[in-house]
């Protein structure tokens, strides 16, 4: 396939980082992924979704990544070679840019299994520049618009839940403060709300 004989007939392979709904729906084609987490960098609820998550009228509150010379945020790493490259960054360049309003950054992504042996990978960062950018508020206002918005996608809530799951699954090592108090701030709103219940029926 048109291949240049220093590539050893190899297709040059690409990591995508999901940090978000990507952790859980990746929606394109890969051939490998791994758990992980990236340092310089922390997950928080700013990005305005109108479309995924929220409406014109009601926004909801998606994540993006915020520099901070302390963070890591963890989330799944995806390998996509050959075809599935231009594949993928086509279907993430509708999903994350077009309707996000995210740039591409390059990040360095440690494997969960294998630390000491990190990956380039890119991410889809929303930057405040983007007209769909909300930008921090208390963890109350947050859970407040997290459970009332939905979108295309379904329920604010659900992405919510689904995130925490995740981190769940990642082990006591990863930790999310910010995921954590929008979490319990749902729970304190909602009284019959139970998180492990939940996540467990959402896996």
Known sequence: SGQSPQEDGDPPALWIF????????????????RVGFVRGYSRRFWQGDTFHRGSDKMPGRVVTLLEDREGCTWGVAYQVQGEQVSEALKYLNVREAVLGGYDTKEVTFYPQDTPDQPLKALAYVATPQNPGYLGPAPEEAIATQILACRGFSGHNLEYLLRLADFMQLCGPQAQDEHLEAIVDAVGTMLPCFCPTEQALALV
Not at 18 to 33: K, N
């Open 18 to 33: 999901g940090y978000g709904s990507l952790v859980w729906r990746p929606d394109f084609a890969y051939s490998d992924s």
